[in-house]
């Protein structure tokens, strides 16, 4: 049998189920909607959801012979930087995702590794890893602040929506520019 480290979730934590109310028979469901704030480090460098800033949760708990079965829908706002302008994006992410945490000491429990099935600690559920991978795994590598974004001159840095259609730079060879100063 499985060694299990003491309970330390704390029941009151914004992203920890309490599942006392579930009747452990298969079958058995709680819907449950939450608005919590959100926890540091959700996200990726380019974009994440800023810490404290509302997620909302809906959830729905069932029971199945070897544990709750959580499916759960995530509401939260973003923000970052477009990956070609650098300028400001905000946005707003929908993702869903379900996992089923195993009872501790049932079969689930004794027989499958820790990244396969989550687990539960007495009656409590930690949504914060899965939510995390979730939220993670749903934004863009590549954030841009439209699809069309045309990114900045590379020249100048000027964004090329506030340049006109045929703004280009002379390409100034350093032999050129010599000759320019001989010149004069
Ligand atoms: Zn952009
Ligand atoms: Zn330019």
Redesign the pocket.
């Known amino acids: 049998m499985r060694e299990h480290p003491p309970n330390h979730l704390d029941p009151r934590a914004p992203l920890v189920l309490d599942t006392r109310d579930l009747p452990r028979s298969p079958g058995a469901m709680r819907a449950v909607e939450r608005v919590v704030p959100a926890p540091e480090h959700l996200g990726l460098e380019l974009i994440r959801v800023p810490e404290g800033a509302e997620l909302s949760l809906r959830l729905r708990m069932e029971s199945v012979s070897e544990g709750v079965l959580v499916s759960a829908q995530v509401h939260a706002p973003l923000v970052g930087e477009c990956g070609r302008c650098l300028r400001e994006i905000s946005d707003t992410l929908d993702v869903s995702f379900q996992e089923l945490y195993a009872y501790e000491h049932s079969t689930t429990d004794d027989t499958t590794d820790e990244d396969e099935v989550g687990r539960m600690q007495g009656d409590l559920i930690n949504l914060e890893p899965e939510l995390g991978h979730a939220v993670v795994l749903a934004l863009p590598n590549h954030p841009v602040c439209r699809p069309d974004c045309p990114g900045l ?1 590379p ?2 840095g ?1 964004h090329w929506d506030e ?1 006109p259609e045929d ?1 280009h ?1 002379r390409q100034v060879d350093a032999r050129w520019a010599a000759l320019e100063q001989f010149n004069n």
């Open positions: 001159c020249e100048c000027v340049l703004h730079h």
